[in-house]
C-alpha cells in the first residue's frame, strides 16, 4: 500500500476509529513500533527498527541474528502494511523507511496511561494530590513532627513534585507533540 491512500477506519472526529486503534495495540510488535518512532526523530529505516525491536525482545544487545530475520520479516510483511494502512505510521516499501504519521497521536493517546513503573499516570497524581492534601492538614492541625513543617512548604513541595512529573511526562512524548507542530 502507498502512503498516500487513506485509511480505511477513520472514528467520529476524523481521526482513527476506537475499534481500530485497540486492534493495532493488541499486538507487541506494533506496539514496540509505536514506542520506538515517538522516541526517534523523522524517518528510521527497517533494519534499525527490526534490531531494535528485537533487542527489546530478547533482552540482548545485539540481538541474535535470527531473532533479527524473525523480527524484519514480520514487520515488513504484517505489521507495518498494517499501520500504514491504518494510517498511523507511513511506510515506502521500496526505501524501507517508516515514520509517525500526525494521527499516531490517537493512539499514543492509548498506550501512555501507565508510568514506566507499571501503575497508571491518574493513579500516581491522585496519590501524590491525596498524600499533599492529608500532609498540608495534618501540618495545620500541629500533629508532632508534621505540625513543625510549614503548610506553605508542604504545598510548595507537592506543586513541585506535580510539576516535574508533569515535564517528564511531556518530555517522554516530546516528539510526538514536535510532529504535531510541523
Known amino acids: 500500500m502507498s502512503t ?30 509505536i514506542r520506538a518512532l515517538s522516541t526517534s526523530v523523522g524517518h528510521i529505516d527497517l533494519r534499525t527498527l527490526a534490531s531494535r525491536i528485537a533487542e ?27 499501520l500504514d ?3 498511523i505510521v507511513k511506510y515506502d516499501r521500496d526505501r524501507k ?3 509517525l504519521h ?14 514506566p513503573y507499571g501503575g497508571s499516570w491518574s493513579t500516581y497524581y491522585r ?4 498524600t499533599s ?3 498540608v492538614l495534618l501540618s495545620l ?11 506553605i512548604l508542604l504545598t510548595s513541595v507537592a506543586l513541585g513534585l506535580v510539576a516535574a512529573s508533569t515535564a517528564y511526562q511531556l518530555w517522554r512524548l516530546r516528539w510526538l507533540y514536535l510532529r504535531s507542530l510541523f
Open 4 to 33: 498516500g491512500q487513506l485509511r480505511q477506519t477513520t472514528g467520529e472526529n476524523g481521526g482513527i476509529d476506537e475499534t481500530a486503534i485497540h486492534d493495532v495495540l493488541r499486538n507487541d510488535r506494533r506496539r514496540s513500533v
Open 56 to 82: 527489546e525482545e530478547t533482552g540482548t544487545v545485539p540481538p541474535p541474528k535470527k531473532a533479527r530475520k524473525s523480527v524484519y520479516n514480520s514487520l515488513h510483511q504484517t505489521h507495518l502494511p498494517k
Open 85 to 87: 494502512r491504518e494510517g
Open 97 to 99: 523507511v517508516i515514520s
Open 102 to 115: 500526525d494521527e499516531a497521536r490517537d493512539v499514543k493517546r492509548y498506550m501512555d496511561v501507565t508510568t
Open 127 to 130: 496519590t501524590l494530590a491525596t
Open 133 to 135: 492534601l492529608f500532609l
Open 141 to 151: 492541625l500541629d500533629v508532632p513532627v508534621v505540625g513543625a513543617v510549614d503548610p
